[in-house]
Structure formats: C-alpha cells, structure tokens
Nanobody, 125 residues
C-alpha cells in the first residue's frame, strides 16, 4: 500500500502562483511514477502532469504546459506541482496519484493504483 497526502492548496488570485506537495509513505517511493490530476465542479477528473520514477521525464496536459512544473524528491518521498500564472479555470480539487507504470497515469484511460485525498485550489479573478 501507498499512502499519499496532498498539501498546499488554498485561495490564490489570478496570475499568482501556488505550490502543491504530495508526501508518500508505505512503499519504496522511487519505484513509482507520480502524477497530478484535477477535478473541477461538474467536470470529470483530468490529467495535469506526471513524472517518471527517476524524475528525468515529465508530461503535461496542454492546458498547463508552460505554466505548471512537476518535480520530485526521492529522498523526501515527495512530489511537487509548481503552478504559475494561475487562471480561474485552474480552480479544482487536485489529486496526487502513484503507479509503478507511467502509462497508467498518462494513458488515455488513467488508472493509477493509488490516489491521495485531494486538495482544493481556488483561483479568484
């Protein structure tokens, strides 16, 4: 089992920045690819960003490319999502996810094995 706990959400003004963290415990963190997803009210959960187990390859949704950066610290067992130039449409609950296979995070039908409980990000315009 892997436990994922997100933090860093809150209220931010449009154009501002926010950094989310996801702390993992329970299994060897470096064995897992990590990702971030989000779900806005009335919408389906969508992929945001992912990073491979080594931290050498990253993936982004087109909607956040150039504004968001995913990174990881395998010593601290933590994955981060730095969000810059935030827009009102970024308002959502953000979820951390983990899977030993990166394709289960970035695939057409993502099915990561583990999910965090989510953290709310609200962007005010």
């Amino acid at each position: 089992q892997v436990q994922l706990v997100e933090s860093g959400g809150g209220l931010v003004q449009a154009g501002g920045s926010q950094k989310l963290s996801c702390a993992a415990s329970g299994r060897t963190f470096s064995n897992f690819a990590m990702g971030w997803f989000r779900q806005a009210p009335g919408k389906e959960r969508e992929f945001v960003a992912a990073i491979n187990r080594y931290g050498t390859t990253t993936y982004y949704a087109d909607s956040v490319k150039g504004r968001f950066t995913i990174s990881r610290d395998n010593v601290k067992h933590t994955v981060y999502l730095q969000m810059n130039n935030l827009k009102s449409e970024d308002t959502a609950v953000y979820y951390c996810a983990a899977d030993t296979t990166i394709n289960e995070i970035i695939g057409v039908l993502p099915r990561p094995d583990y999910w965090g409980q989510g953290t709310q990000v609200t962007v005010s315009s």
